[in-house]
């Protein structure tokens, strides 16, 4: 019995770990990203004459192209990992992140996206540049700020019953800390400053 209950307290902490890898995952910025933009884009096409799938090529310019970079950073051995747990290794891949949005913003704008996706690029591009300067001296949690980031944008698009996804930010936030990727300040600090940003760029030029 006493070898039971040594291997119960031994198997706990294993799984917390897998429970908190998979929310990294499914809750990762790139991913959070995407779905937001096609979101929004969606509900920017409830304007007669706009295009519902304005939010792909948002998405392509905001997500998919700098999560493509990482991984060839990951494969070329240049990076551990594709969450970049390295604070030093971060700026670069937050630069390039930061100017792919930008070249996707000036596209889409020149090729008359709705206001809404093209808000929501700008307040994502501030976020990004944000993040970018203050890794040069704290590795704030870009996982936090994009998860607090997407539930101020999705209130400000579909009002309080958004705030559902409030758990979800939390649930994030414990994910990193368990799996010692952040301390619980830099968690707290990256919620805060993006669903500062999201709450306040993104309604403001929407």
């Avoid at 409830?46 to 950073?73: E, Q």
């Avoid at 400000?156 to 936030?173: F, Q």
Wanted: with cysteine; hydrophobic share 55%.
């Amino acid at each position: 019995m006493l070898n039971a209950a040594t291997d119960d307290t031994r198997t706990t902490p294993a799984a917390l770990d897998r429970i908190a890898i998979v929310v990294s995952e499914v809750l990762a910025p790139a991913v959070l990203v995407a779905v937001l933009l096609l979101t929004v884009g969606w509900h920017a096409g409830d304007t007669p004459g706009v295009s519902r799938w304005w939010g792909l090529p948002g998405a392509l310019f905001a997500a998919v192209i700098p999560l493509g970079y990482v991984l060839h950073g990951v494969r070329r051995g240049r990076l551990t990992n594709h969450h970049i747990p390295e604070r030093a290794d971060r700026r670069i891949p937050l630069l390039f992140g930061t100017a792919s949005l930008i070249a996707g913003l000036v596209l889409m704008l020149a090729l008359g996206a709705p206001r809404e996706v093209l808000a929501l690029l700008t307040a994502g591009g501030v976020g990004l540049a944000t993040f970018a300067l203050v890794t040069h001296w704290w590795k704030m949690s870009i996982h936090a700020g994009v998860a607090a980031g997407t539930v101020s944008a999705l209130t400000a698009v579909y009002g309080e019953i958004a705030l559902i996804g409030a758990p979800l930010v939390l649930l994030g936030c414990w994910a990193r800390v368990r799996l010692t990727a952040h301390t619980p300040a830099q968690v707290v600090a990256g919620a805060l400053v993006g669903a500062l940003i999201a709450g306040t760029v993104f309604p403001l030029l929407r």
